[in-house]
């Protein structure tokens, strides 16, 4: 199982991004070994149609779940056809390893 939570930053420590299709980075963490691979975000700077751009580079990374604040329209549209399951509500004022470790402990 892969998580995606987008963020702020490349590191665990890094805060969560609210915004799912204008995030800096979404995390690709292994919960199992809490390995991550950060990823830029290609769609953070576009005009229009950040939020597919951004759903397409997780679901071509393997994420089956996703933590965020909140997804647009299209973007959810993409999200759940790829069977990726959504995760939002989350703040920017946490940690991308907190968020993960309280996904995982409910």
């Known amino acids: 199982m892969k998580i995606a939570v987008t963020s702020t930053g490349g590191s665990m420590d890094a805060l969560v991004s609210e915004q799912f299709g204008r995030c800096q980075y979404f995390l690709i963490v292994d919960p199992e070994t809490m390995k991550f ?22 679901i071509n990374k393997g994420a089956e779940i996703l933590l965020t604040g909140r997804v647009g329209d299209k973007a959810e549209e993409a999200l759940k056809k790829s069977g990726i399951k959504i995760v939002d509500g989350y703040k920017g004022t946490i940690k991308v390893k907190d968020a993960v470790n309280s996904y995982l402990s409910k």
């Open 37 to 58: 691979e950060a990823v830029s975000n290609l769609g953070e700077q576009m005009q229009n149609g950040a939020g597919p751009k951004a759903a397409e580079l997780i």
